[in-house]
């Protein structure tokens, strides 16, 4: 019976209170642990056709005289366009259309970043497109840009009103304070660099625009194109079938996907518009650049009294002041803590969500500080950790629905515990430690999404959910619940995704939410098909039909199918739904060349129920990967004074190759949340790349007595640091 | 784009000099004129004409990076060079006379900014922008870095190249480019890189250190040979061309944000001259 609720909504930490249309969500849990299906490692159901090339993505789609855009993107950070004429582009052989300045979303005269869209033009080739763009007349008028965020904190250029954050206060607390650490942290921009580039291909179909996108929200493209271009949303289709990555870049329409609709419908035709990789390094989002002034203050034993945190968020031309205080709110029980949050607003290419966004800085910063104070109190990091745990929600909030956190740091410790023996490792020149650093996220997820399932007398189900599988491997997920709701095998599941023609609503793929939103409707789209399946053989078998097998029962419906539906139920009220974990990391670093090398590192991570742990630790796996290059060799960089980025190249921005992949091992410690809706399940896309830096910051001070501050931890970044704890040592002894 | 496919080197004479870009393995090519920094109407496929087999101290100019590296005959530091440089997949197509001429990978000459002195213009981006992968001698013109590690490696061993016109020494190959003439090479247009003769060590190395464990250029490369008493180095990634050691680098200017290349080159040098024995 649907209802209609008013609940919180939170996606990477921005909160809402909405109505929602929710189904009563009657199921039990399942009991812990793994089930017929559920709990036990499952191949992805796409794996196959991901290799051998089937699979369909949205580069693949080709269409009957499919016309291919270009766009014309600022090259100056900041600049004024005072005359434009597309004329000569029109004339250039192969064109078909060309789009100015306010002729289609994302398209201005004024820019305020490089790669700030232009123009657009299609053309029969790509190449055509290309080469009629360098024919546009543009006159620019340069203007001088704003690239340091500190001064633009001094010049008051910000997106939005600084962010404060207080409870009790922080002078008390360092007062109260027997020691006291402070520290400057930074963290650099760098890039999704997703395999796949952002691309549309759009074309009119009839009254409807069809928009085939790699998108992580096929919902939200719907319906910001149809708002953009006065169309009702049932007249836009948006299709995504397989996706190849987004990170939070793709978390809805850009300038690509609005040249492709406008263009689209002034030819007639349909038009691809896809970013080259160099567009994509310059103008489809980053994480951006922090600066982090932190202070801790702890009594002797450990208890922290005063955390407090001035944060610069350099976000950008535009942008969203992501949540870097987060962690500092959130994973310590301390009774003083101030945050003061600045979002920059700057020259450069906006920041966009990017895997955990804010809190893979954050808790860089927050976690390098504990390690700092850890030192000076002289005290074992974890136990500095476990003695400030927080049992609910610091400062006395609301309880949580679950925390396996103390239970994470326990199955730490056989992983910490080898520290004197990696350190004994150590040669003259060749030094090794262990590190470690919690994490705290979102991932509970929450309504609204909605499912259908399809079952026929042949014993096989079909799902369908209009959402997306960014190339997590969540549609297997959804195949594992649905066939363990149905007592059939996972095989016999299908999963249709990715059509909003074809299926209903779902949420974005963001925030660790896929799983936690989607898999409990689809749950209870399977129950709802089993109990109209039990209702009809009643009238065949009498009441024992729960003890009779599914098959014979559907080879009644002959060529009958049951349309079970589902949707996704209410968080629970007055709970905070989160998600812990903690990574310990061993390194190896090289004291006279600088080289830092990750030997390995465990993650252990409460998430909740977990549904496949196959493609659970292939996502702790891939977001550990993905840290250590944030930690090591990723990091875009900018010419200081132009503000145009020189790493556009794959060669140029270093992203990890499988030599820099350590010995990785997953423990996940699956005790379902009891109160979370009928899976108990929490996502885990963000949590494993979040104390990655931390981690490995924590060891490298571990195994050299260096305090490496600021990402990446570059030849030069760890020569400076060990060169300074020489000096250090050096004054200490000088002292004595 | 037309592509011409001499079949003699005859053939190849006959082709006006300087028409065209010689093309190989074109991993480095390809790229080029992707980005419009080489702008031709023409190229030359040289591969059937260029040399590509190992015999005796002789490795063709078209031997892949990775037949070389396979080849034990061929001394440690040009395999170990060969080893360490780009990708299975680059070294599978690039051909051991491309890698020579290769161009910088400095940012500002990359993306094409028509002020930098080797795109014929009037001042070094690098020198007061970003350049913490640039040079730190012999950098007063210009700051880039020359990238390849295979050149290290012959100018150490004290190879010399046969090209169409006339045999070099390796190290002769280069030049720092200069107000007047901003080439890095001494190749005459039309002159094409035939045969390397890379004569035996009694032992050498190449030890590189770089952002990640693979396909990365070199922040700095070091060669070492020796040969009886007698010890040769020669650096990749430190000045605008490969750079042999004659105790210049005591005398290096590194910019502000090249320092720590300093402090690499000489950890490496002493560890190079230690591993020769």
Not at chain 1, 80 to 87: E, G, I, S, T, Y
Not at chain 1, 450 to 472: E, H, L
Not at chain 1, 529 to 548: F, H, P, S, T
Not at chain 2, 106 to 124: E, I, M, S
Request: proline residues 6%; glycine residues 10%; aromatic residues 4%.
């Amino acid at each position: 019976m649907a209802r209609l609720i008013r609940s919180e909504k939170e996606v990477e930490g921005r909160v809402e209170e909405v109505w929602l249309v929710v189904d009563e969500d009657a199921l039990d849990q399942w009991p812990a642990g793994p089930r017929t299906v559920v709990g036990r490692p499952t191949a992805r159901q796409d794996a196959y056709a991901r290799a051998r090339g089937e699979a369909r993505f949205t580069a693949d789609l080709h269409f009957p005289g499919m016309l291919h855009a270009a766009v014309l993107r600022s090259p100056f950070a900041r600049a004024r366009v005072v005359r434009l004429d597309l004329a000569p582009a029109l004339a250039a052989p192969g064109v078909r259309a060309a789009v100015g300045p306010g002729e289609a979303p994302g398209l201005s005269r004024e820019c305020e970043h490089q790669g700030a869209a232009v123009a657009a033009v299609c053309a029969d080739t790509f190449q055509q497109a290309r080469a009629a763009l360098a024919r546009v007349e543009v006159t620019w008028e340069e203007l001088e840009p704003l690239l340091d965020p500190d001064e633009a904190v001094a010049r008051g250029s910000l997106l939005e009103e600084p962010r404060r954050r207080e409870r009790g206060s922080l002078e008390r607390g360092l007062a109260e304070a027997d020691v006291v650490v402070e520290a400057t942290y930074r963290t650099q921009t760098v890039l999704h660099n997703a395999l796949e580039t952002h691309q549309t291909i759009c074309r009119v179909e009839g009254d409807v625009l069809e928009v085939y996108t790699s998108t992580q929200y096929v919902w939200g493209v719907r319906a910001r194109v149809a708002s953009a271009l006065g169309l009702p949303p049932d007249k836009v289709r948006v299709v995504c079938e397989y996706m190849g990555g987004g990170f939070g870049a793709k978390n809805g329409p850009d300038d690509a996907t609005f040249v492709a609709a406008v263009l689209a419908r002034r030819t007639g035709r349909p038009v691809r518009c896809m970013l080259t990789r160099r567009e994509e390094m310059v103008a489809a989002g980053n994480r951006n650049a922090t600066i982090q002034r932190l202070v801790a203050g702890a009594r002797s034993d450990g208890t922290l009294t005063a955390l407090g945190g001035e944060y610069v968020n350099a976000v950008g031309a535009s942008g969203w002041n992501a949540m870097i205080e987060g962690p500092m709110l959130m994973l310590y029980e301390c009774p003083n803590v101030r945050t003061t949050t600045y979002g920059a607003k700057l020259n450069l290419p906006p920041a966009r969500a990017f895997r955990a966004p804010g809190f893979v800085e954050g808790t860089f910063g927050l976690e390098c500080l504990l390690d700092e104070l850890a030192a000076r109190l002289e005290l074992d990091p974890l136990e500095l950790r476990r003695r400030n745990h927080a049992d609910r929600e610091p400062g006395g909030g609301k309880p949580y629905s679950s925390k396996e956190l103390a239970e994470c740091y326990r199955r730490a410790e056989p992983h910490w515990a080898r520290r004197d023996e990696v350190r004994a490792r150590s040669t003259a020149t060749v030094k090794r430690g262990v590190g470690l650093a919690s994490q705290v996220w979102f991932g509970g997820g929450g309504p609204p999404s909605y499912a259908w399932i399809r079952v026929g007398s042949d014993a096989r189900a079909t799902v369908v959910t209009a959402m997306q599988d960014v190339g997590t491997g969540t549609k297997t997920t959804m195949a594992m619940v649905a066939a363990e709701e149905l007592g059939i095998p996972v095989e016999h599941v299908t999963v249709a995704v990715g059509d909003s023609l074809r299926g209903p609503y779902a949420t974005l793929s963001a925030g660790s939410s896929t799983t936690s939103s989607i898999a409990p409707a689809v749950r209870a789209a399977a129950a709802d098909a089993k109990r109209q399946i039990l209702d009809m053989a009643r009238d065949r078998y009498g009441e024992d039909v729960a003890e009779l097998d599914l098959a014979e029962l559907l080879s009644l419906l002959g060529d009958a199918q049951i349309l079970g539906t589902g949707s996704r139920g209410p968080n629970p009220a007055g709970m905070t739904v989160l998600t812990f974990g903690v990574q310990v990391a061993e390194v190896a670093v090289d004291v006279e060349t600088g080289e830092v090398t990750v030997e390995r590192i465990a993650a252990i991570h409460d998430v909740g129920r977990v549904i496949n742990p196959l493609g659970a630790s292939s996502q702790v796996e891939g977001g550990i990967v993905q840290g250590i290059g944030h930690t090591l060799s990723e990091e875009r960089l900018v010419d200081p004074r132009l503000g145009q980025v020189l790493t556009t190249t794959l060669d140029a921005y270093r992203m990890p190759t499988i030599a820099d992949v350590p010995e990785i091992v997953t423990e996940l410690v699956d005790a379902p949340d009891p109160q979370l809706g009928n899976l108990g399940a929490k996502g885990i896309g963000e949590p494993p790349i979040i104390p990655v830096a931390a981690a490995i910051a924590n060891a490298i001070r571990d195994a050299t007595g260096a305090d490496v501050r600021s990402l990446p931890i570059t030849r030069e970044e760890m020569l400076r640091a060990l060169a300074e704890a020489r000096e250090r040592t050096r004054g200490a002894a000088a002292a004595v | 784009m037309e592509l011409l496919r001499p079949s003699s080197l005859d053939e190849l004479a006959a082709v006006e000099p300087g028409r065209g870009a010689f093309l190989a393995g074109g991993t480095e090519l390809v790229p080029l004129l992707r980005d419009g920094l080489v702008e031709t109407e023409t190229l030359v496929d040289v591969a059937g004409l260029v040399p590509a087999g190992i015999e005796g101290t002789r490795i063709g100019a078209g031997a892949t990076l990775a037949a070389v590296e396979a080849d034990a005959r061929v001394p440690d530091a040009l395999r170990e060079a060969c080893r360490l440089a780009a990708s299975p997949q680059l070294r599978a197509m690039g051909s051991i006379g491309g890698n020579l001429l290769q161009a910088t990978r400095c940012w500002y000459w990359r993306l094409g900014y028509r002020q930098c002195r080797l795109h014929g213009g009037d001042r070094c981006l690098a020198a007061d922008g970003e350049h913490r992968e640039h040079a730190v001698v012999a950098n007063d013109f210009c700051a880039s870095a020359h990238p390849s590690d295979v050149a290290a490696a012959l100018v150490a061993l004290g190879a010399t190249v046969c090209t169409t016109r006339r045999d070099l020494p390796v190290r002769d190959l280069y030049r720092l480019p200069t107000e007047e003439d901003r080439r890095t090479t001494t190749l005459e247009p039309g002159e094409l890189l035939l045969v390397l003769d890379v004569p035996p060590a009694d032992a050498s190395v190449y030890l590189k250190a770089m952002d990640r464990k693979r396909w990365s250029f070199p922040l700095v490369g070091v060669a070492a040979v020796r040969r009886g008493d007698e010890t040769t180095v020669a650096l990749a990634g430190v000045a605008p061309v490969p750079w042999l050691d004659d105790g210049s680098l005591d005398a290096a200017t590194p910019l502000p944000g090249t320092a720590y290349k300093l402090e690499l080159a000489r950890v490496l040098v002493e560890r190079a001259l230690a591993k020769l024995g």
